[in-house]
């Protein structure tokens, strides 16, 4: 069974239908991700996994569990966590009070400490500075803290949008590095990019999203060479 | 960079600059002519500090549930003032009856702690009924709707209030252990009420703050005054933080409720809308959404309210000045909103998203 399915999702913008039947699976262990240009829907499917937009229509499932009848913040404790694109740290309050904001739907404050250590080990530059605000920080210190917020909760998948929106080169790569250690260590992965290229080379599958719906999906090797794809995602002719 | 600023200076900024100017002129002679002519003393001086101080402290406690709510969903509560009026009123019933037995004088502690409760216990309730059955409904409708809602909410609970407890005054009963002043030396002496009145709005105040910073709901209400969306995708229960918010915001209306009682020794159903709207005030001016500025623009228009009218105005010949007290603390409202919109500690609006 997948650990996290979606089939045949509608959903909504007032009145603006923005996803129009969309199927999918992320299998455990497994580096899914969805590409398509602006507006074809890739947002959209995570924040519905998420729960800021009911499905008027469909399931979504984990481990076959029913999740679109649950709040946004159920969701979480049901350990599907989003960094959501655009990082959203919450500038005013300290790197640390952010990554205990992630930690929220655990109360226990030694698990908490263990999970803050956890994040600071994993990037450094936030134990530096754990005390500054947040709003302060650079913009790909800001990526790292919205990663490693969204890791306190030890989340069963993990949904990253666009995390390297914004970022330069270096950093896009020390992220993407980041993504794949993540991988390594057995969380399961739903990244939208805007970088498809990047995306493709980490990714074990691949959907390619056209105005909220799934046109394309293979393995990311296969998509990599697909003609169609590498003109319209990747910029070979 | 002269000639553009004045190129860039219109009638409209003339004409502000006239009417602030103006305004400071009078301020200044009324001020200096008040001070010349010696009529107060010293004595007289620190009676008004300290009475604006307490009085100012009460506008603070309020203030903060206007600035507590305004921060966490961009909303003007203005039912407030009655979260604030219906503790004080029915504060009144207990510390009545208890005043008739003679417990009230036998344990004046424990009399005042019931009260408090009695209070506080009312006006959290009724704040939490106010957001569930009148707000969050309105949750996503555009910031006329619930702002109006709040006006509808605030006749409401007047006249439920009004039908509950009555129309007419009800006076406070005194305490005795509150009654009297204590001497500072000298001829100076201050009141053992105005004197509880400071010490306990400066607790509350207190203990706001280290909740705000320092525990797990006061971080995740500072996270959902951010960004409601992602401190939901925390595993932030959005709805039951906005709940605590009101909880918060109308305990320590209660608290003032009875503080303002049992200075002003008087409760009614409309008792609510003058400090309200004071307390508004102090809000804007501290920077609405700040919770330091609530506190500082609460004292700030309590002094101001205090000491103003004699000072600017009695050396103008004006007589009963203090009868202008109102127009003094609106008058700075409008100032504020024209020279400094976001208040002494407010941030500017572009970042604030309001």
Request: proline content about 3%.
């Amino acid at each position: 069974m997948a650990i996290l399915e979606l089939e045949n999702v509608h959903s909504y913008y007032g009145h603006i239908h923005a996803l129009k039947g969309v199927s999918l699976i992320v299998e455990e262990g497994e580096i899914v991700t969805l590409i398509g240009a602006n507006g074809a829907g890739k947002s959209t499917t995570l924040k519905t996994i998420s729960g800021l937009l009911r499905p008027r229509e469909g399931h979504i499932r984990l481990n076959g569990e029913d999740l679109s009848a649950y709040k946004a913040h159920d969701i979480v404790s049901k350990g599907v966590v989003q960094v959501p694109e655009g990082r959203r740290v919450f500038g005013r309050l300290t790197v640390t009070e952010n990554l205990e904001m992630g930690a929220y739907t655990r109360s226990n404050a030694s698990e908490t400490a263990q999970a803050v250590e956890r994040v600071f080990h994993l990037f450094p530059r936030l134990k530096e500075r754990h005390n500054q605000l947040a709003g302060t920080l650079s913009g790909g210190e800001q990526q790292m803290l919205a990663t490693g917020r969204a890791l306190m909760a030890y989340p069963k998948v993990l949904l990253l949008d666009e995390p390297s929106m914004g970022l330069a080169p270096v950093l896009v790569d020390s992220i993407f590095d980041t993504i794949k250690q993540l991988h390594r260590e057995g969380t399961t992965i739903l990244l939208v990019e805007q970088n498809a290229r990047m995306a493709l080379q980490i990714a074990d599958r691949g959907y390619v999203l056209q105005t909220g719906q799934v046109v394309l999906n293979d393995s990311a090797q296969n998509l990599r060479q697909n003609e169609t794809v590498q003109k319209a995602y990747l910029g070979i002719s | 960079m002269l000639r553009r600023t004045l190129e860039r200076f219109t009638l409209t900024d003339l004409f502000m600059w006239l009417v602030g100017g103006s305004i400071i002129l009078l301020v200044v002679v009324g001020s200096v002519a008040t001070l010349r002519a010696g009529n107060y003393t010293a004595r007289h001086w620190f009676d008004f500090v300290v009475f604006g101080i307490a009085q100012g402290s009460v506008y603070a406690l309020i203030a903060l549930g206007y600035t507590l709510v305004y921060g966490i969903l961009r909303m003007i509560n203005f039912a407030h003032s009655e979260v604030f009026m219906s503790g004080a009123f029915t504060g009144y019933f207990i510390a009545n009856s208890m005043s008739r037995s003679g417990f009230l004088d036998r344990n004046p502690i424990i009399g005042l702690l019931a009260i408090f409760a009695v209070a506080i216990t009312t006006s959290v309730t009724v704040a939490v009924l106010l957001e569930r059955i009148a707000y969050r409904p309105l949750r996503r409708s555009p910031r006329l709707v619930p702002l109006i809602t709040a006006i509808g909410a605030s006749f409401f609970l007047q006249y439920t209030f009004r039908g509950l407890y009555g129309s007419q005054n009800r006076a406070y009963p005194e305490v005795d252990a509150l009654d009297g002043a204590w001497s500072l030396g000298g001829e100076f002496v201050i009141q053992k009420i105005q004197v509880l009145v400071i010490v306990a709005a400066a607790l509350f105040m207190f203990g706001l703050y280290m909740f705000v910073q320092r525990t797990r709901t006061g971080k995740a209400m500072r996270a959902v005054s951010e960004d409601k969306d992602t401190a939901a995708l925390m595993g932030i229960d959005v709805d039951a933080i906005i709940v605590r918010t009101f909880i918060l915001g109308a305990a320590l209306a209660g608290a003032a409720g009875v503080l303002y009682a049992l200075m002003f020794r008087q409760v009614n159903f409309f008792m609510g809308f003058i400090p309200g709207i004071k307390a508004f005030t102090a809000a804007v001016l501290g920077g609405i959404g700040n919770i330091p500025g609530a506190m500082l623009g609460g004292l700030f228009l309590g002094l101001f309210e205090s000491v103003g009218p004699t000072l600017f105005l009695d050396g103008l010949g004006i007589p009963a000045p203090y009868q202008l007290k109102d127009v003094i603390a609106f008058t700075m409202l409008v100032l504020v909103l024209i020279y400094r919109p976001t208040g002494i500690l407010g941030e500017r609006l572009a970042t604030a998203k309001a």
